[in-house]
């Protein structure tokens, strides 16, 4: 059963500009803390945290988190997601959650566009249901019960496989994260992710995220000699992503 990607925002700092903002005052004043909160700077928010982004100060944008709750990726894709080691993760237990009824999974786009490549493709994942399933009966034959049958059987579920995941991190995270899985050059399943999340938080944040995206958004590709050679398109799309 193929499964598609759906992003949620969670929640987030309340006022997450105004946290960041205040977080960064606290390093430039020599006021007390008690009126952080209500010096607001009323209007000159965003252009503060624009150059606060701009001069690279970036410890007080670690004040501001986000939390995402995530399905429609693959185990592949949540392989990658996790080294991101910077971040909070709750993840899917396959060993809690089996379906003897068929499983989720992601099709790749090369493989489903073409005929011949998905009739293979979802023969496979058929027949890993159907030993995924007799690996099960067999195991409760055996004696095995509840979750310590799903967590053997699971050995066969391929990479394929559809999971779902809460995942939080914090704006400096986030702006790495996206340099990193934004890029034209990441894997295709989490640099769309990568930019629905981005899509959530500029909305929530604009100012904190006005220039994220792939690392060609603030300078030269840092891909070198590997570079995707479309670095205006790339800009542009991501000015304009909303």
Same mark, same amino acid.
């Given at each position: 059963?193929?499964?598609?990607?759906? &992003? &949620?925002?969670? !929640?987030?700092?309340?006022?997450?500009?105004?946290? &960041?903002?205040?977080?960064?005052?606290?390093?430039?004043?020599?006021?007390?803390?008690?009126?952080?909160?209500?010096?607001?700077?009323?209007?000159?928010?965003?252009?503060?945290? =624009?150059?606060?982004?701009?001069?690279?100060?970036?410890?007080?944008?670690?004040?501001?988190?986000?939390?995402?709750?995530?399905?429609? #990726?693959?185990?592949?894709? !949540?392989?990658?997601? &996790? @080294?991101?080691?910077?971040?909070?993760?709750?993840?899917?237990?396959?060993?809690?959650?089996?379906?003897? !009824?068929?499983?989720?999974? #992601?099709?790749?786009? !090369?493989?489903?566009?073409?005929?011949?490549?998905?009739?293979?493709?979802?023969?496979?994942?058929?027949? =890993?249901?159907?030993?995924?399933?007799?690996?099960?009966?067999?195991?409760?034959?055996?004696?095995?019960?509840?979750?310590?049958?799903?967590?053997?059987? @699971?050995?066969?579920?391929?990479?394929?496989?559809?999971?779902?995941?809460?995942?939080?991190?914090?704006?400096?995270?986030?702006?790495?994260?996206?340099?990193?899985?934004?890029?034209?050059?990441?894997?295709?399943? #989490? @640099?769309?992710?990568?930019?629905?999340?981005?899509?959530?938080?500029?909305?929530? =944040?604009?100012?904190?995220? @006005?220039? =994220?995206?792939?690392?060609?958004?603030?300078?030269?590709?840092?891909?070198?000699?590997?570079?995707?050679?479309?670095?205006?398109?790339?800009?542009?799309?991501?000015?304009?992503?909303?």
């Amino acid at each position: 059963m193929e499964s598609k990607l759906k &992003v &949620v925002l969670i !929640s987030h700092t309340p006022d997450p500009e105004q946290t &960041v903002a205040a977080a960064a005052r606290l390093c430039y004043r020599s006021g007390g803390v008690d009126t952080l909160k209500d010096d607001k700077l009323e209007g000159q928010t965003r252009s503060f945290l =624009a150059k606060l982004v701009d001069m690279g100060h970036m410890s007080p944008i670690e004040h501001a988190s986000f939390t995402f709750a995530i399905e429609g #990726i693959s185990r592949a894709c !949540s392989h990658q997601l &996790v @080294r991101h080691r910077l971040a909070s993760y709750s993840q899917q237990s396959q060993r809690y959650v089996g379906k003897t !009824s068929g499983f989720h999974y #992601i099709v790749p786009p !090369s493989i489903g566009d073409d005929p011949e490549l998905r009739t293979r493709f979802e023969s496979f994942m058929k027949e =890993a249901q159907k030993t995924y399933n007799y690996l099960a009966t067999r195991l409760e034959e055996k004696g095995l019960k509840g979750e310590s049958v799903r967590e053997d059987a @699971r050995f066969v579920l391929p990479n394929a496989t559809e999971t779902k995941i809460m995942v939080t991190m914090n704006a400096r995270e986030l702006l790495h994260f996206f340099r990193q899985r934004c890029c034209n050059r990441a894997q295709w399943e #989490i @640099r769309g992710m990568a930019t629905e999340m981005l899509k959530l938080v500029r909305n929530a =944040a604009p100012a904190l995220f @006005r220039t =994220a995206g792939p690392g060609c958004m603030n300078g030269p590709c840092p891909e070198g000699a590997y570079s995707c050679g479309k670095i205006k398109d790339v800009k542009k799309y991501f000015r304009n992503l909303s």
